[in-house]
């Protein structure tokens, strides 16, 4: 059973930077797909960027060229850089994983606000 871990986040001001770092642990071997997700207050929850074993990384056409989408595949963890940051990127940020199933952090808060 994979279990999944966030560390980061906060609260910052418009135009502001934030690290967002997961790390699976309980697994048999490194997961092929990691990601990010977040939901906004009365919002459905929407993806933000996932990246493969072979680094190849995708982004939601919101967050493109202002998140970075890395990973350490020995570690298992997955980071997201958050520059330039907006008010309406404030939710709830989830790391997600899969293998032959998904995985959920519990979540970590990002909120933006001059």
């Known amino acids: 059973q994979v279990h999944l871990v966030e560390v980061g986040g906060g609260s910052v001001q418009p135009g502001e930077s934030l690290f967002l770092s997961c790390t699976g642990t309980?697994?048999?071997?490194?997961?092929?797909?990691m990601g990010w997700f977040r939901q906004a207050p009365g919002k459905q929850r929407e993806w933000v960027a996932s990246?493969?074993?072979?680094?190849?990384?995708t982004y939601s056409d919101s967050v493109k060229e202002r998140f970075i989408i890395s990973r350490d595949i020995a570690l298992n963890t997955v980071f997201l850089k958050m520059d330039n940051l907006k008010p309406e990127d404030t939710a709830v940020y989830y790391c997600?994983?899969?293998?032959?199933?998904?995985?959920w952090g519990q979540g970590t808060q990002v909120t933006v606000s001059s």
């Open positions: 997600w994983a899969r293998d032959v199933r998904d995985y």
């Open positions: 309980g697994g048999d071997s490194s997961l092929p797909t």
């Open positions: 990246i493969e074993m072979d680094l190849f990384s």
